[in-house]
């Protein structure tokens, strides 16, 4: 099954939790806080797989998590980091953050790697908060959570070569001859339901990847014929093959061509610009001579290259073949949608401070929700750091500035606190 569309939740691994210890040795009675640090949390890691074809695997496993780090121990022992998920995805393949479709990544290298959650950090051991003032603290950082984001992939093919027509035209039957792929051939609508893609190897040092598009129908702009799954497929190309049925009595070759080129520019304005070599499949069937030279007289005016070929017996393949080597040599590659980065971006959201309608107040922003999270609440001494980190933040100043007074609510994330001047 072709599968080029899933959606998946991935989760960074939880930072490990700081140690609270008091050394206590025979020789050294005022040894001192030695609790060590959590263990950071794993990362979760997108890598493009050469070998892979299809998101099939992401409609069963949609759910991608980070091993959590382990936990500070005695003697400044720092825990375990996390082992980071490396998830594999098809080259080609584009991430898009599913609550704002922002794109998070572009995989169009096989090998390529991205980071798409960092892992949370681990909490700070009772160690680290010694101070000339602070002899003996008591009390560590909690290991900060892993990121959750919802992602949505999108594969797009990888092919130098886009084959298009309009159904049973013999889109099919062209991948067959020129290249190792065996797609389903045969005389009725639709045989097609997913991309074929064939490596076409004219000599030693000239090779190119060809796929056929099927669905392609009047209507695909709008997702007739299953037109919007296979037409991203056709943005990664650099040059198109369009194939016309001169063995169909019935049919306007010319109609055909302009019809299909119309749903292109619809779906993408600049798919129209696309470079496009025209090929008049079935010859075999000896076609009115008359039509064939109306047809490739009227394309040539248009300023298309037009090839005579058969995809049964191959006749004229071989200089259909010549010609596209040639065009791609004078393309340059494709540009993807974002460039290549090793970690994807994450906007850290500012310092807000607000009052509600209730009179309550709330703070948002990534550091001071980080900070109040990492915090042991239930811990008097931890709460009293976490004021100071509060003031040094300029949160403490912007409630004060609001009319924040002792006892009024402050909600900091998840977490409701008092304010205490």
Same mark, same amino acid.
């Given at each position: ?161 886009? @084959?298009? /027509?309009?159904?049973? &035209? ?5 991948? !067959? *001859?020129?290249? #190792?792929?065996? $797609? ?127 995809? @049964?017996? /191959?006749?004229?393949? &071989? ?5 596209? !080597? *040639?065009?791609? #040599?004078?393309? $340059? ?89």
């Amino acid at each position: 099954m072709f599968v080029d569309q899933a959606e998946i939740e991935v989760k960074a691994g939880d930072g490990g939790d700081g140690a609270v210890s008091l050394r206590r040795e025979k020789y050294a009675p005022k040894g001192g806080p030695d609790g060590g640090d959590g263990g950071h949390g794993g990362k979760v890691t997108a890598v493009a797989d050469a070998h892979l074809r299809t998101l099939i695997d992401f409609t069963h496993q949609r759910r991608h998590r980070a091993q959590d780090g382990g936990r500070g121990g005695p003697n400044r022992r720092s825990g375990k980091n996390g082992a980071d998920a490396e998830i594999r995805l098809p080259a080609g393949t584009l991430i898009r953050d599913a609550a704002d479709g922002d794109v998070v990544a572009d995989l169009v290298e096989p090998g390529q790697r991205v980071v798409l959650c960092r892992g949370g950090r681990g909490g700070r051991g009772n160690a680290r908060f010694a101070t000339p003032q602070r002899h003996t603290p008591r009390f560590a950082e909690k290991g900060e959570s892993g990121r959750t984001r919802r992602l949505t992939l999108e594969l797009k093919l990888l092919a130098d070569v886009g @084959v298009i /027509g309009l159904p049973n &035209v013999g889109k099919s039957s062209l991948i !067959a *001859r020129v290249s #190792a792929a065996r $797609p389903k051939i045969a005389d009725y609508p639709f045989t097609t339901l997913a991309p074929n893609l064939g490596v076409v190897r004219l000599e030693e040092e000239v090779s190119f990847v060809i796929a056929d598009l099927p669905g392609l129908v009047e209507g695909a702009h709008r997702g007739a014929g299953r037109g919007h799954q296979f037409l991203r497929h056709v943005e990664r190309t650099r040059l198109l093959i369009h194939v016309l049925d001169l063995g169909a009595p019935d049919r306007d070759p010319c109609q055909d061509f302009a019809a299909l080129n119309r749903e292109l520019a619809l779906y993408d304005a600049d798919l129209a610009d696309r470079p496009q070599l025209v090929a008049l499949n079935k010859i075999d069937l000896r076609p009115p001579q008359e039509k064939l030279a109306q047809v490739e007289s009227s394309l040539e005016q248009q300023g298309y290259p037009v090839f005579r070929i058969s995809a @049964v017996t /191959g006749e004229g393949i &071989v200089p259909l073949m010549g010609a596209v !080597a *040639r065009k791609l #040599a004078e393309l $340059p590659p494709p540009p993807s949608q974002e460039a290549a980065a090793d970690v994807a971006p994450e906007r850290p959201a500012p310092l807000q401070v607000n009052q509600l309608s209730d009179g309550s107040y709330q703070v948002s922003g990534d550091a001071v929700e980080r900070a109040v999270a990492m915090t042991n609440l239930d811990s008097e001494e931890a709460v009293r750091h976490l004021h100071r980190r509060l003031e040094r933040m300029g949160v403490i100043r912007r409630l004060r500035r609001l009319g924040a007074k002792d006892g009024d609510r402050v909600r900091i994330g998840t977490v409701e606190l008092e304010f205490v001047e």
